[in-house]
T-cell receptor
Framework: GAVVSQHPSRVICKSGTSVKIECRSLDFQATTMFWYRQFPKQSLMLMAT?????????EQGVEKDKFLINHASLTLSTLTVTSAHPEDSSFYICSARDRSGQGSYEQFFGPGTRLTVL | TQLLEQSPQFLSIQEGENLTVYCNSSSVFSSLQWYRQEPGEGPVLLVTVVTGGEVKKLKRLTFQFGDARKDSSLHITAAQPGDTGLYLCAGAHGSSNTGKLIFGQGTTLQVKP
């Protein structure tokens, strides 16, 4: 149980284009999903908290107009990197918190998406 | 600022050796998780500790939560090359309803055969 998928696993795009990354909880409902960014050999940096049916909460320094987050259902959240530039190249990881785990702070992570902007 | 200091950040050892990774904070956590991540993949949850002084064992891995719930350690006995990876500790604050985790800087472990 507690499987989270991400799609695509890798994407290469040209500078100026937009890229959408999907995060799905496959066998549980997630009221809350989280989006992280990770640089090589570094820890995870939280970008935003995505709540089903409401606006995402962004961490300080993260541009909400650049990283659009939509959490339309209890099993799907999407991150759209708009007008991507080479400095946006990174490993993006989502995680989901099981709705049934009230008081539980365990997060289950997706496999990540490697974004390369040329 | 809520910080979780993880040490060491890099560790290279020979197969069969023991090691300990530490996570320390000045803040109290309601729970603390340990994750292991391999290159190009997402972190995988190893264990969650919630009670001060709690000790959990997972085969050759022993996890301990400090009595004051401000620190935790991960001890690996007789490390194997398959233990190689990035180990992350992450703490949650009970006062927060968002479920946000505070992550340590990570420990990159390399176990040489």
């Amino acid at each position: 149980g507690a499987v989270v998928s991400q799609h695509p696993s890798r994407v290469i795009c040209k500078s100026g284009t937009s890229v959408k990354i999907e995060c799905r909880s496959l066998d549980f409902q997630a009221t809350t999903m989280f989006w992280y960014r990770q640089f090589p050999k570094q820890s995870l940096m939280l970008m935003a908290t995505s709540n089903e049916g409401s606006k995402a909460t962004y961490e300080q320094g993260v541009e909400k107009d650049k990283f659009l987050i939509n959490h339309a259902s209890l099993t799907l959240s999407t991150l759209t990197v708009t007008s991507a530039h080479p400095e946006d190249s990174s490993f993006y990881i989502c995680s989901a918190r099981d709705r049934s785990g009230q008081g539980s702070y365990e997060q289950f992570f997706g496999p990540g998406t490697r974004l390369t902007v040329l | 600022t809520q910080l979780l200091e993880q040490s060491p950040q890099f560790l290279s050892i020979q197969e069969g050796e023991n090691l300990t990774v530490y996570c320390n904070s000045s803040s109290v956590f309601s729970s603390l998780q340990w994750y292991r991540q391999e290159p190009g993949e997402g972190p995988v949850l190893l264990v969650t500790v919630v009670t001060g002084g709690e000790v959990k064992k997972l085969k050759r891995l022993t996890f301990q939560f400090g009595d004051a719930r401000k620190d935790s350690s991960l001890h690996i006995t007789a490390a194997q090359p398959g233990d190689t990876g990035l180990y992350l500790c992450a703490g949650a604050h009970g006062s927060s309803n968002t479920g946000k985790l505070i992550f340590g800087q990570g420990t990159t472990l390399q176990v040489k055969p």
